[in-house]
């Protein structure tokens, strides 16, 4: 429900409240569940303290990959893209006076049409090779 939601639009706990109240009877349906009621919004506050993102991502991942009709084709062009988070600037550092920002990487099948792999990282501690490599 989560990643559907924030795949609709939703920007907050309580925007995912609404959506699973509105969606409870497809989710129902669709998973062939007896839903009782919808999640709350601090029940998907705890769930996104809980969850481990890395672990998450490549179960999302290998999903999305399964999906497709070109399983076990080479890709001939993979796409990367780095955006630098906004509201991520850290103190600038006393040693070389630099700023350091939150950059996120994320790796596209263009033959798919979606991205399959992503990560983030400290612009300090690393840089896009290093988190392309990885």
């Not at 006393?94 to 991205?115: C, I, M, N, P, W």
Request: a neutral charge; charged letters at 25%.
């Amino acid at each position: 429900m989560a990643i559907l939601g924030i795949l609709s639009g939703c920007r907050s706990a309580r925007d995912l409240e609404r959506f699973a109240k509105r969606q409870l009877h497809a989710f129902g349906a669709a998973f062939d569940l007896e839903l009782p009621k919808a999640p709350c919004d601090s029940t998907f506050l705890y769930l996104f303290e809980r969850v481990e993102l890395e672990q998450l991502f490549s179960l999302l991942r290998e999903w999305m990959l399964a999906q497709t009709a070109v399983q076990n084709k080479d890709f001939d062009q993979l796409i990367c893209d780095g955006k630098t988070l906004r509201g991520s600037a850290a103190q600038l550092d006393s040693a070389d006076r630099a700023t350091r920002f939150v950059t996120q990487v994320t790796l596209y099948a263009r033959e798919l049409g979606l991205a399959i792999a992503q990560t983030s990282f400290g612009t300090g501690e690393s840089h896009e090779r290093a988190a392309l490599k990885a």
